[in-house]
């Protein structure tokens, strides 16, 4: 079995995408690119390639992998 990713997006703005054969997803570190404006990359890397979503934030925190758990 091929591990999938799909990703959506709705409120006036869509986007879906399928990734098959997915084997990392990892987040860059945050950067604050002007005051009060952090940026990170969020990667998914595929057999077929990678994408790249470019994520902006008010605060670093809001950028960090939380577990299940937190």
């Given at each position: 079995?091929?591990?999938?990713?799909?990703?959506?997006?709705?409120?006036?703005?869509?986007?879906?995408?399928?990734?098959?054969?997915?084997?990392?997803?990892?987040?860059?570190?945050?950067?604050?690119?002007?005051?009060?404006?952090?940026?990170?990359?969020?990667?998914?890397?595929?057999d077929?390639?990678?994408?790249?979503?470019?994520?902006?934030?008010?605060?670093?925190?809001?950028?960090?992998?939380?577990?299940?758990?937190?």
């Amino acid at each position: 079995m091929k591990t999938v990713a799909s990703i959506s997006f709705l409120d006036n703005h869509s986007l879906s995408m399928d990734m098959e054969a997915v084997h990392q997803i990892e987040i860059t570190p945050p950067m604050e690119v002007d005051t009060g404006l952090w940026t990170a990359s969020l990667l998914i890397r595929a057999d077929s390639g990678t994408v790249a979503i470019q994520l902006l934030a008010d605060d670093p925190t809001k950028l960090e992998i939380k577990t299940a758990t937190e």
